[in-house]
């Protein structure tokens, strides 16, 4: 999907305006609040948004909202701001970052968003780097804690109340703190359904279905208090992992004169879902000796969530990271725990930090015609040389490239390529010239209206290219000059 963001578009609050004195212009939270939003993933669906960065802002920008989704019955809207991704503040960082830390959270993320007016009114009182995000202190966080029976039973006793919520007394040394529930702490689910609203005879019949061993999800009293001062709900997706029975593995294989010595199948996973396992891993070859078993399903490569993907689109993503790759794995042991407690296994790797850029989750062909190098710096009537790419968009509609425009020059070009996109597979570059789009000419006044019109014409989308190294480009537009479109979005 392509959708075009025209400069200058920017929304009009209608609200009485609110005399601020000198404090004011110092505190964020005399502005509007930012809003949380937590979301889950329907089974076979997306959180249900649209999600966009203009070039040249801070901020990554829901620029569509699919009805009857999750995304729009927790309030998300059109415009909307991210903030943090579960608490991590991602306002400043790249926006494949942040599309990863979305998607890595499947199938239930916290999103702290600011309305758009909002963001630009805090902005201008407060400047580029103030803090409008609010976050828990270092290491204040709920906590998933698997416990398993002992002599002394699970070692915890609850509050006594006709419904929740409930409260945990711990026995001394038992069990329930030996698996790290903090005392005082606040039971929000129990196996990854929420308990907030259960009777205590529902909770009683909870506990004893699970057998010899639970999995509670805690807030202690200090994690408690600091989400009600902020506002921030006391979300699943915070958490931190304690004494969990398992946990994702994350695999470095170096390709050998015969292969990495595995093959990937794609076949239906515990929940009746299609996913991508690994098999066949022989012994002595780089997969086996990084710790790959026969059955895991493979969850990510280079740090990117592969959920949802078809089999050739992972096939693609782990040929294009070369001779070098980075799994996430999980067993079937991990595989159901985290599928009963409704996270994602990569939220709970000891570093969430992806080691390489995504792949893009798009084919592209390229025809070359000429030379379609230009290496001088004056401002040419025509490029000489073009070429032709073709782009099919991704599972995002993403084509994955942004166009500016120079208001003083006849010309559209490349202002940014998302790596490993479709427009990188085709070998878009910065700098490329727009001669044409879908054989239509480009260059004058229904420009705008052409880019519009794009999100509803079929794939492929033919550009017609001329190359301008990025000397002759910034010789070519003066500073200030461009105006920029964003053309990639991506579904979430």
Same mark, same amino acid.
């Given at each position: 999907?392509?959708?075009?963001?025209?400069?200058?578009?920017?929304?009009?609050?209608?609200?009485?305006?609110?005399?601020?004195?000198?404090?004011?212009?110092?505190?964020?939270?005399?502005?509007?609040?930012?809003?949380?939003?937590?979301?889950?993933?329907?089974?076979?669906?997306?959180?249900?948004?649209?999600?966009?960065?203009?070039?040249?802002?801070?901020?990554?920008?829901?620029?569509?909202?699919?009805?009857?989704?999750?995304?729009?019955?927790?309030?998300?809207?059109?415009?909307?701001?991210?903030?943090?991704?579960?608490?991590?503040?991602?306002?400043?960082?790249?926006?494949?970052?942040?599309?990863?830390?979305?998607?890595?959270?499947?199938?239930?993320?916290?999103?702290?968003?600011?309305?758009?007016?909002?963001?630009?009114?805090?902005?201008?009182?407060?400047?580029?780097?103030?803090?409008?995000?609010?976050?828990?202190?270092?290491?204040?966080?709920?906590?998933?804690?698997?416990?398993?029976?002992?002599?002394?039973?699970?070692?915890?006793?609850?509050?006594?109340?006709?419904?929740?919520?409930?409260?945990?007394?711990?026995?001394?040394?038992?069990?329930?703190?030996?698996?790290?529930?903090?005392?005082?702490?606040?039971?929000?689910?129990?196996?990854?359904?929420?308990?907030?609203?259960?009777?205590?005879?529902?909770?009683?019949?909870?506990?004893?279905?699970?057998?010899?061993q639970v999995t509670l999800l805690v807030a202690g009293p200090e994690?408690?208090?600091?989400?009600?001062?902020?506002?921030?709900?006391? /979300?699943?997706?915070?958490?931190?992992?304690?004494?969990?029975?398992?946990?994702?593995?994350?695999?470095?294989?170096?390709?050998?004169?015969?292969?990495?010595?595995?093959?990937?199948?794609?076949?239906?996973?515990?929940?009746?879902?299609?996913?991508?396992?690994?098999?066949?891993?022989?012994?002595?070859?780089?997969?086996?000796?990084?710790?790959?078993? /026969?059955?895991?399903?493979?969850?990510?490569?280079?740090?990117?969530?592969?959920?949802?993907?078809?089999?050739?689109?992972?096939?693609?993503?782990?040929?294009?990271?070369?001779?070098?790759?980075?799994?996430?794995?999980?067993?079937?042991?991990?595989?159901?725990?985290?599928?009963?407690?409704?996270?994602?296994p990569l939220l709970f790797l000891e570093n969430t930090e992806a080691?390489?850029?995504?792949?893009?989750?798009?084919?592209?062909?390229?025809?070359?015609?000429?030379?379609?190098?230009?290496?001088?710096?004056?401002?040419?009537?025509?490029?000489?040389?073009?070429?032709?790419?073709?782009?099919?968009?991704?599972?995002?509609?993403?084509?994955?490239?942004?166009?500016?425009?120079?208001?003083?020059?006849?010309?559209?070009?490349?202002?940014?390529?998302?790596?490993?996109?479709?427009?990188?597979?085709?070998?878009?570059?910065?700098?490329?010239?727009?001669?044409?789009?879908?054989?239509?000419?480009?260059?004058?006044?229904?420009?705008?209206?052409?880019?519009?019109?794009?999100?509803?014409?079929?794939?492929?989308?033919?550009?017609?290219?001329?190359?301008?190294?990025?000397?002759?480009?910034?010789?070519?537009?003066?500073?200030?000059?461009?105006?920029?479109?964003?053309?990639?979005?991506?579904?979430?």
């Amino acid at each position: 999907m392509v959708t075009p963001s025209p400069p200058g578009n920017h929304s009009l609050s209608l609200e009485a305006p609110r005399l601020h004195t000198a404090s004011d212009l110092l505190d964020p939270w005399s502005l509007e609040r930012p809003r949380f939003c937590l979301l889950s993933k329907e089974e076979g669906k997306s959180f249900g948004f649209h999600l966009q960065q203009e070039l040249g802002r801070a901020g990554h920008v829901v620029c569509r909202v699919d009805p009857g989704t999750s995304a729009q019955r927790q309030g998300l809207q059109e415009g909307d701001r991210i903030l943090a991704v579960n608490n991590d503040v991602v306002e400043h960082e790249d926006y494949a970052v942040v599309v990863r830390r979305i998607r890595a959270s499947s199938p239930r993320v916290l999103l702290t968003v600011l309305a758009r007016h909002a963001h630009d009114v805090a902005r201008a009182q407060l400047g580029e780097d103030a803090h409008l995000c609010p976050t828990l202190g270092p290491g204040v966080r709920p906590r998933l804690c698997h416990i398993v029976k002992d002599e002394g039973g699970f070692g915890f006793s609850v509050t006594h109340g006709n419904q929740g919520p409930f409260w945990l007394v711990l026995s001394t040394g038992g069990a329930a703190e030996r698996a790290g529930v903090p005392p005082g702490a606040r039971l929000l689910e129990v196996n990854g359904v929420s308990v907030e609203k259960f009777t205590h005879n529902q909770l009683t019949r909870k506990l004893w279905q699970s057998g010899q061993q639970v999995t509670l999800l805690v807030a202690g009293p200090e994690v408690e208090e600091q989400c009600r001062q902020l506002g921030l709900p006391l /979300a699943a997706p915070l958490a931190e992992g304690w004494a969990l029975p398992t946990k994702p593995r994350c695999l470095h294989l170096e390709k050998g004169p015969q292969g990495f010595g595995f093959l990937l199948r794609e076949e239906k996973g515990l929940d009746g879902r299609p996913g991508q396992f690994l098999w066949e891993v022989d012994p002595g070859l780089p997969a086996r000796k990084a710790g790959m078993q /026969a059955g895991d399903r493979l969850v990510a490569v280079a740090g990117e969530s592969v959920e949802g993907l078809g089999h050739e689109e992972t096939v693609s993503r782990i040929q294009g990271q070369g001779s070098c790759v980075s799994l996430t794995v999980v067993d079937p042991e991990a595989d159901r725990f985290f599928s009963m407690v409704r996270l994602s296994p990569l939220l709970f790797l000891e570093n969430t930090e992806a080691p390489a850029s995504p792949q893009g989750s798009s084919s592209a062909s390229l025809v070359e015609t000429e030379d379609p190098s230009l290496e001088d710096t004056s401002v040419p009537s025509v490029p000489l040389g073009s070429r032709q790419c073709f782009l099919y968009p991704g599972p995002g509609g993403s084509y994955g490239f942004r166009l500016s425009c120079v208001a003083s020059g006849p010309r559209l070009f490349i202002s940014q390529v998302t790596p490993g996109g479709s427009a990188a597979r085709a070998g878009l570059q910065v700098g490329d010239v727009i001669l044409e789009v879908n054989g239509y000419p480009v260059g004058g006044q229904n420009d705008l209206e052409r880019l519009q019109q794009l999100p509803e014409a079929e794939p492929p989308l033919c550009l017609k290219l001329a190359a301008r190294s990025l000397r002759g480009l910034e010789a070519w537009i003066p500073p200030g000059a461009a105006e920029d479109w964003a053309l990639a979005s991506d579904l979430l």
